[in-house]
């Protein structure tokens, strides 16, 4: 029997990954109960210590490797559900119930944990030490912005599908047309890249989507003078800020990042803050990045291969996919990905 033709080896490389920042969930989603997520193809359980602190497991007990998100959380420690064993923040297991004195621990016995922080209302996670800063985004914490959570977007796709999809300027015609672009001036505005390192930056000045009768999110009524000008910074691997200007003081910020949660399975988490419209329900921005998202995601879903190619040669690129190359570039420079084999 001849086996099936692999895929030539163009992957995101995990264990460089694994020393990045990658979100996990909202900061609101984790409550006095454990809560399991994956992350780059490994299981984790996150919980609240005693302080109300994240803290971070693999979610395997090591007894009999029972998932420890199906335990509880008792002061402040994680509980497996099977024996009853409890681990600390630190993955240090403190009691073992069976034994005559349950606090007489082999110093063996403990789990892996991993470093967690609450930043933008999301958590972070890094499974190895982190090499590049979160980005800085002051409209989350300034009092006169308000914020939304949108999503989270899990997709069958990798995370670089997903976040290419937020940088790609070219396909807003043809999948949101109407809300934010128009079949009628397909032509992307030039624009130029800029490679800091692990940043890239660069400005477009979008033609005008004008607001839409069903989702009035936008900060210009009206399509005529004003520029609608939107800045990016792309920070390797997963994460953008995209902040919308609209000619005037009123403005949005968009901070995407996706969790990479195998190769063939990501989540998209969409934070929007706006200086204007603060009495807007946010079933409203929430009801329109369902919208966008779903589109986009019936076509990611579909693309082939699931991954993105980091080899140049493997698709075709012309100049409006100037971010999609320097994207690609430069995830294969940090060494976070490896083009085919
Ligand atoms: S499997 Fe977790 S305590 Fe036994
Ligand atoms: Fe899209």
């Given amino acids: 029997m001849?086996?099936?033709?692999?895929?030539?080896?163009?992957?995101?490389?995990?264990?460089?990954?694994?020393?990045?920042?990658?979100?996990?969930?909202?900061?609101?989603?984790?409550?006095?109960?454990?809560?399991?997520?994956?992350?780059?193809?490994?299981?984790?359980?996150l919980w609240r210590d005693g302080a109300g602190?994240?803290?971070?497991?693999?979610?395997?007990?090591?007894?009999?490797?029972?998932?420890?998100?199906?335990?509880?959380?008792?002061?402040?420690?994680?509980?497996?559900?099977?024996?009853?064993?409890r681990y600390d923040g630190d993955g240090r297991c403190t009691l073992i119930p069976q034994l005559a004195d349950p606090t007489r621990v082999p110093a063996k016995a403990r789990v892996a944990a991993y470093q967690v922080v609450e930043r933008h209302r999301l958590l972070w996670v890094a499974l190895a030490e982190p090499r590049f800063p979160l980005p800085d985004v002051p409209e989350l914490v300034d009092e006169g912005w308000t914020t939304?959570?949108?999503g989270p977007f899990t997709w069958n796709a990798d995370a670089s599908r997903q976040l290419e999809n937020f940088t790609d300027l070219g396909h807003f015609p043809w999948l949101h047309p109407g809300l934010l672009g128009d079949p009628e001036r397909p032509v992307v505005p030039?624009?130029?890249?800029?490679?800091?390192?692990?940043?890239?930056?660069?400005?477009?000045?979008?033609?005008?989507?004008?607001?839409?009768?069903?989702?009035?999110?936008?900060?210009?009524?009206?399509?005529?003078?004003?520029?609608?000008?939107?800045?990016?910074?792309?920070?390797?691997?997963?994460t953008i800020a995209l902040r919308l200007g609209w000619g005037g003081q009123a403005g949005m910020m968009y901070l995407f990042a996706s969790q990479p949660v195998d190769h063939d399975r990501c989540t998209g988490y969409v934070v929007?803050?706006?200086?204007?419209?603060?009495?807007?329900?946010d079933e409203v921005l929430r009801d329109f990045e369902d919208t966008i998202f779903e589109q986009d995601r019936i076509v990611v879903e579909s693309q082939r291969?699931?991954?993105?190619?980091?080899?140049?040669?493997?698709?075709l690129h012309l100049t409006f996919d100037a971010v999609a190359v320097a994207y690609r570039r430069a995830m294969r420079a940090q060494g976070l990905a490896h083009a085919s084999g």
Avoid at 272 to 281: K, L, T, V
Avoid at 305 to 315: G, I, K, M, Q
Wanted: proline share 9%; charged share 20%.
């Fill in 53 to 85: 602190t994240p803290r971070v497991l693999a979610d395997l007990c090591i007894h009999r490797g029972t998932a420890l998100s199906l335990g509880r959380v008792v002061d402040g420690q994680i509980m497996c559900p099977y024996h009853g064993w």
């Fill in 305 to 315: 291969p699931e991954r993105v190619r980091f080899d140049l040669a493997d698709e």
């Fill in 190 to 238: 030039g624009h130029t890249v800029h490679v800091e390192g692990a940043v890239l930056r660069y400005d477009v000045v979008r033609p005008e989507a004008p607001n839409s009768r069903d989702f009035p999110v936008f900060g210009n009524e009206v399509v005529a003078a004003p520029e609608r000008r939107s800045r990016y910074a792309l920070h390797l691997p997963y």
């Fill in 2 to 45: 001849s086996a099936l033709p692999q895929a030539p080896a163009s992957l995101p490389d995990f264990a460089a990954l694994a020393a990045c920042w990658h979100p996990v969930a909202y900061a609101s989603a984790l409550t006095d109960k454990p809560l399991h997520t994956r992350l780059l193809g490994r299981d984790l359980v």
């Fill in 272 to 281: 929007i803050a706006r200086n204007y419209d603060h009495d807007q329900p």
């Fill in 148 to 150: 939304v959570e949108t």
